[in-house]
């Protein structure tokens, strides 16, 4: 994906619907009518089904489907044609699956799309969750890759298996960006502005530093939808960003 500074606040800036109930999220759209590009994630897919996804889709709205697929090629391929099916925008799948699995992940994405006739969504794979740091990395997973060198490895193997970008965290955008080359998309969550609660993640940036090193879309949840004012709150970050 080329040149993000294309791409207005509503384009580049993705909020979660973390919320485990129908009628929450459409409280949630209905605050933020703004809002065109939605993710929906583990919590609100296993608790709705594709019933969000049609909900979103009847408003014209964006969806990124964050379900992270990890398991044997064969099942995330599965998975993944299934869920190319919805007709949604974004779908993630693990770095760590493996070559194989990200390889048959790409050409399953393409026959779901196919198989209804919808655009072919783009596949993002995770480097390595914002929650995680250095230290875990280190002792938890027992990894002896520095972090940098790490997520760069994991974005390499996703870019030889095709798959269209990365999902990582603020910190590695700028390295993944120099290295993977303008198409590459690059998802960022973990993204914080300066006046928002770090919260459970522990690599990030603030919305603009995350946009400058080359970001294409930023993630950010509870800065905006717990926010006294979520509709203030989004109007400030993209006043930061310098983009409306």
């Known amino acids: ?61 964006r969806i990124f489907l964050d379900l992270k697929f990890h398991d044997i090629p064969n099942t995330v391929a599965g ?16 770095a760590t699956a493996g070559r194989q699995a990200l390889e048959l992940a790409k050409e399953a994405a393409l026959a779901g799309a196919n198989d209804t006739g919808v655009t072919p969504p783009k596949l993002v794979a995770i480097t390595l969750l914002t929650s995680l740091n250095s230290r875990d990395l280190a002792f938890d997973l027992k990894i002896p890759l520095e972090l940098p060198e790490y997520t760069l490895e994991m974005a390499l193997l996703a870019q030889k298996a095709q798959i269209d970008g990365v999902v990582c965290s603020p910190q590695e955008v700028a390295q993944l960006r120099s290295t993977c080359g303008e198409d590459f998309i690059i998802v960022c969550p973990g ?13 990030s940036l603030t919305p603009l530093q995350a946009y400058k090193a080359g970001a294409d879309f930023l993630v950010i949840g509870r800065p905006i939808t717990a926010a006294p004012d979520p509709v203030a709150a989004w109007e400030r970050i993209c006043e930061e960003i310098g983009n409306r």
């Open 1 to 61: 994906m080329k040149a993000n500074q294309e791409l207005t606040c509503s384009d580049r800036l993705i909020v979660p619907l973390d919320v485990s109930t129908i009628a929450e999220a459409i409280a949630l759209i209905d605050t933020l009518p703004q809002v065109t590009f939605w993710k929906v994630g583990l919590e609100l897919f296993v608790s709705t089904g594709t019933e969000i996804i049609d909900l979103l889709k009847t408003r014209n709205k």
């Open 79 to 94: 998975a993944c044609r299934a869920a190319s099916r919805y007709g949604v925008d974004l779908i993630t799948v693990h």
């Open 191 to 203: 993204v914080r502005p300066t006046w928002a609660q770090a919260g459970d993640q522990k690599r």
